[in-house]
């Protein structure tokens, strides 16, 4: 992904203050995409938030008995 051609990142950002905020309060465990609205803690202001989590995968042989 390509970070210049997105504005998605991991944290909340107000699009108002831009006043980051962590997450794990307004996601449940087991969500994997969705949306809601909320209100900035900084500034107070209300936006709405879509998110989608995603899956990073890396693989490795296995060492092979020989
Ligand atoms: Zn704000």
């Known amino acids: 992904?390509?970070?210049k051609e997105t504005d998605m990142v991991d944290?909340?950002?107000c699009p108002h203050c831009q006043y980051l905020m962590g997450?794990?309060?307004y996601i449940e465990v087991g969500d994997m995409s969705g949306e809601f609205e909320m209100d900035?803690?900084?500034c107070q202001k209300p936006f709405k938030i879509d998110f989608c989590s995603m899956f990073y995968f890396t693989t490795e042989k296995l060492k092979e008995d020989k």
């Open 1 to 3: 992904m390509n970070k």
């Open 23 to 25: 997450y794990d309060d």
């Open 11 to 13: 944290v909340i950002k």
């Open 40 to 42: 900035c803690e900084k």
